[in-house]
Structure formats: structure tokens, C-alpha cells
């Protein structure tokens, strides 16, 4: 601070000192002491960003949800969250979103495509908690009723660079087939309230009964910022 107010009196005398040639000169010098004392009145200083110490390590993710598969499924919709700890910070982008209903009548049959993109930056002093992207596909049954078809996570990769991942989905089922029958006809399938804590953070998973149920394509493209100055070697 001291050295850029020692930089603007430096400024000031210069122009103080200089003898004007012509009016002209004259005015643009009175215009430049003008904003001058205005700068040095509100104590302005020029800061160059790549100078200031980092108090925080940055994460930047850039992905896609591009593409499902389900066996027996023609329509389907994907609904994502980014889940992280409590000494994260979300510094920018969204955290959540739906994407559109995607349909397997394509020309190469490969999936149902949604190519959803989502986009969000963090900032933390502790690597605990590492965000991970929940999702949950949702679908319609045979009375055109909105149903979960599946549950599924995947942590962001932990190192700069561009991944592909592979997200297992995963729904749960009764204890029984009878059970399951009767639910489906009543539309009241079996399904996580709190589906974020107990995908994300495995409550209760050991006591609830699960079926695989397909597959869901997401890329990364992972940026870091300042990792090394805390000690981590992502």
C-alpha cells in the first residue's frame, strides 16, 4: 500500500514540475492532476492478482452428462446434483439442473443421448468432502405416471485433465416380488427420500436391498488451482 501511494506523489510532482508548451497541454495536464488527487483521495491502487498470496485451493469442472442406458427403456430424464462437504464453498455455475427428456429413437440405437452440460467451480482449505456428482433417472411406466428408474454418483476426479466416467445405476426393490408387484400398480415403487445422504454419503445402504439397473456416461474436463501451496499433490 505504502509503495503505490509513494508511486502516485512520484506522479504528482512530475506533473507539477512540467512547463506546459501550449494551452492544450496545459488542459490535458490539469485533466491527468485532476484524476490524480481523485485516485490518491480514495487511496487507489493498481494490484497485480498473481501477486496476492492464495488463502483457498480451486476446483473447476466442466462436464457432460451425455448418454444412458437402461434395458427396456425408451424415455428417460436425468436429474443431478453436486454434493460436497461443509468446508466447500461453490464459488460459481450451478449445483443442480434437469436435463431434457431424452428418447432411445436415435439413428445409431446407442443409448438414450442426453448430452446435458453443467459447469461449477468450488473453493476449500480442506480436501474432505470431495464433490461428487449424484444423479437420479427418472422415467415413465406403463400408466404414464413419473417413476425413479435409477440412482447413481460418481466422485470428480481428483487430478487436472479430461475423464470419462461410468456411473453403475442402481434402484432400490422390496423384500419380495409380490411387494414389488403391488407397489407398481399402486405407483408407489420404492424409492429414497433423502436420496443425496444416502447415495452420497451411504446412509443406510447397508440395510436397503438394491438392483443394477444400467449405466449412465458423464465427461470431465477437472481444472485445479493452488493445490501445492497447501501440501496436496492432486
Given at each position: 500500500?505504502?509503495?503505490?501511494?509513494?508511486?502516485?506523489?512520484?506522479?504528482?510532482?512530475?506533473?507539477?514540475?512540467?512547463?506546459?508548451?501550449?494551452?492544450?497541454?496545459?488542459?490535458?495536464?490539469?485533466?491527468?492532476?485532476?484524476?490524480?488527487?481523485?485516485?490518491?483521495a480514495q487511496g487507489e491502487e493498481k494490484v497485480d492478482p498473481r501477486t496476492v498470496p492464495s488463502n483457498f485451493f480451486h476446483l473447476a469442472v466442466s462436464g457432460v452428462i451425455?448418454?444412458?442406458?437402461?434395458?427396456?427403456?425408451?424415455?428417460?430424464?436425468?436429474?443431478?446434483?453436486?454434493?460436497?462437504?461443509?468446508?466447500?464453498?461453490?464459488?460459481?455455475?450451478?449445483?443442480?439442473?434437469?436435463?431434457?427428456?431424452?428418447?432411445?429413437?436415435?439413428?445409431?440405437?446407442?443409448?438414450?443421448?442426453?448430452?446435458?452440460?453443467?459447469?461449477?467451480?468450488?473453493?476449500?482449505?480442506?480436501?474432505?468432502?470431495?464433490?461428487?456428482?449424484?444423479?437420479?433417472?427418472?422415467?415413465?411406466?406403463?400408466?404414464?405416471?413419473?417413476?425413479?428408474?435409477?440412482?447413481?454418483?460418481?466422485?470428480?476426479?481428483?487430478?487436472?485433465?479430461?475423464?470419462?466416467?461410468?456411473?453403475?445405476?442402481?434402484?432400490?426393490?422390496?423384500?419380495?416380488?409380490?411387494?414389488?408387484?403391488?407397489?407398481?400398480?399402486?405407483?408407489?415403487?420404492?424409492?429414497?427420500?433423502?436420496?443425496?445422504?444416502?447415495?452420497?454419503?451411504?446412509?443406510?445402504?447397508?440395510?436397503?436391498?438394491?438392483?443394477?439397473?444400467?449405466?449412465?456416461?458423464?465427461?470431465?474436463?477437472?481444472?485445479?488451482?493452488?493445490?501445492?501451496?497447501?501440501g496436496y499433490s492432486c
Amino acid at each position: 500500500v505504502h509503495g503505490g501511494k509513494k508511486k502516485l506523489n512520484m506522479e504528482r510532482n512530475r506533473l507539477i514540475d512540467r512547463s506546459p508548451i501550449d494551452e492544450s497541454l496545459e488542459t490535458e495536464r490539469q485533466k491527468r492532476m485532476d484524476a490524480l488527487e481523485k485516485r490518491m483521495a480514495q487511496g487507489e491502487e493498481k494490484v497485480d492478482p498473481r501477486t496476492v498470496p492464495s488463502n483457498f485451493f480451486h476446483l473447476a469442472v466442466s462436464g457432460v452428462i451425455e448418454k444412458g442406458d437402461m434395458v427396456g427403456e425408451d424415455y428417460l430424464q436425468v436429474q443431478y446434483e453436486v454434493v460436497f462437504g461443509e468446508d466447500w464453498e461453490r464459488v460459481s455455475g450451478e449445483i443442480k439442473g434437469f436435463s431434457q427428456l431424452g428418447s432411445s429413437a436415435n439413428v445409431n440405437r446407442s443409448g438414450i443421448v442426453f448430452n446435458y452440460p453443467f459447469d461449477v467451480s468450488f473453493r476449500s482449505l480442506n480436501p474432505f468432502g470431495w464433490p461428487q456428482v449424484v444423479v437420479v433417472v427418472k422415467g415413465l411406466d406403463l400408466f404414464g405416471r413419473t417413476v425413479v428408474k435409477g440412482y447413481g454418483n460418481v466422485h470428480i476426479p481428483t487430478k487436472t485433465g479430461y475423464y470419462e466416467k461410468t456411473i453403475q445405476l442402481f434402484r432400490p426393490t422390496h423384500t419380495s416380488w409380490i411387494a414389488d408387484f403391488w407397489s407398481y400398480l399402486r405407483g408407489s415403487i420404492a424409492e429414497y427420500i433423502d436420496f443425496k445422504n444416502v447415495i452420497a454419503l451411504g446412509e443406510g445402504r447397508e440395510i436397503a436391498r438394491v438392483k443394477s439397473v444400467g449405466t449412465l456416461n458423464v465427461k470431465f474436463q477437472v481444472t485445479q488451482k493452488a493445490m501445492k501451496k497447501f501440501g496436496y499433490s492432486c
